[in-house]
């Protein structure tokens, strides 16, 4: 009885046949990779301004702005000619889960940077306790992130910490936006080398 010889796997990626079914990542560094790809790599424009867009995502995500960061950010790269979407992965630097523990890093650094200590006695334990101690914080994660009251008192104590916080946040957002930027431009005149645009007909 003659031998079945096993159908080959379909090809992906650059050896995809057109119309064929596109294949879904799997798992999530393969969805980040995806999403990194098509979302900037891949984007139809010059790397300076791919690059410039990550940045300002970067120093848009590090600020106190949730909740209307992607507003800022788009804003931001059309008054400073950088590209609207690269920028849209990094933005999100903060989001329910990170904004307590980043903007608390935030504020220490920009206490140190403004008065030259870390110190979190008097007002700055203060305000440090409240928002550990906000209401809802007892709540399970998946309640705690759509509770009103919660993120209203996460939002007075981050405006508490003043000047510090911004300070901190805008050095924070400025030095990953720059990593960010360097990262970005090579990796976009890298993957362009090795996926270059087919000629115009």
Same mark, same amino acid.
Do not use: C
């Given at each position: 009885?003659? #031998? $079945?010889?096993?159908?080959?796997?379909?090809?992906?990626?650059?050896?995809?046949?057109?119309?064929?079914? %596109? +294949?879904?990542?799997?798992? %999530?560094?393969?969805?980040?990779?995806?999403?990194?790809?098509?979302?900037?790599?891949?984007?139809?424009?010059?790397?300076?301004? /791919?690059?410039?867009? $990550?940045?300002?995502?970067?120093?848009?995500?590090?600020?106190?702005? /949730?909740?209307?960061? @992607? $507003?800022?950010?788009?804003?931001?790269?059309?008054?400073?000619?950088?590209?609207? /979407?690269?920028?849209?992965?990094?933005?999100?630097?903060?989001?329910?889960?990170?904004? +307590? %523990?980043?903007?608390?890093?935030?504020?220490? /650094?920009?206490?140190?940077? @403004? #008065?030259?200590?870390?110190? !979190?006695?008097?007002?700055?334990?203060?305000?440090? *306790?409240?928002?550990?101690? &906000?209401?809802?914080?007892?709540?399970?994660?998946? #309640?705690?992130?759509?509770?009103? *009251?919660?993120?209203?008192? !996460? @939002?007075?104590?981050?405006?508490? @910490?003043?000047? *510090? &916080?911004?300070?901190?946040?805008?050095?924070?957002?400025?030095? !990953?936006?720059?990593?960010?930027?360097?990262?970005?431009? #090579? !990796?976009?005149?890298?993957?362009?080398?090795?996926? %270059?645009?087919?000629? *115009?007909?």
């Amino acid at each position: 009885m003659a #031998q $079945v010889e096993p159908t080959p796997p379909a090809p992906t990626g650059d050896l995809a046949v057109p119309g064929a079914t %596109p +294949v879904v990542p799997r798992g %999530p560094w393969a969805k980040v990779r995806h999403l990194v790809v098509h979302n900037i790599l891949h984007l139809d424009d010059t790397p300076h301004r /791919i690059a410039f867009g $990550v940045f300002l995502g970067f120093l848009v995500g590090a600020t106190p702005t /949730i909740g209307i960061q @992607m $507003v800022v950010y788009v804003a931001l790269a059309a008054l400073l000619g950088a590209n609207k /979407i690269s920028g849209i992965l990094p933005v999100w630097l903060s989001n329910p889960i990170t904004a +307590v %523990p980043l903007f608390y890093g935030n504020w220490r /650094i920009g206490r140190f940077l @403004m #008065q030259g200590d870390t110190d !979190a006695s008097g007002a700055g334990r203060a305000l440090i *306790e409240k928002v550990i101690s &906000l209401p809802g914080a007892d709540l399970p994660l998946h #309640q705690r992130l759509f509770n009103a *009251e919660f993120w209203s008192a !996460a @939002m007075d104590a981050f405006v508490a @910490m003043g000047a *510090e &916080l911004w300070v901190g946040s805008i050095v924070v957002g400025v030095v !990953a936006g720059a990593l960010g930027y360097w990262a970005t431009y #090579q !990796a976009v005149l890298a993957y362009r080398r090795h996926h %270059p645009h087919p000629p *115009e007909p």
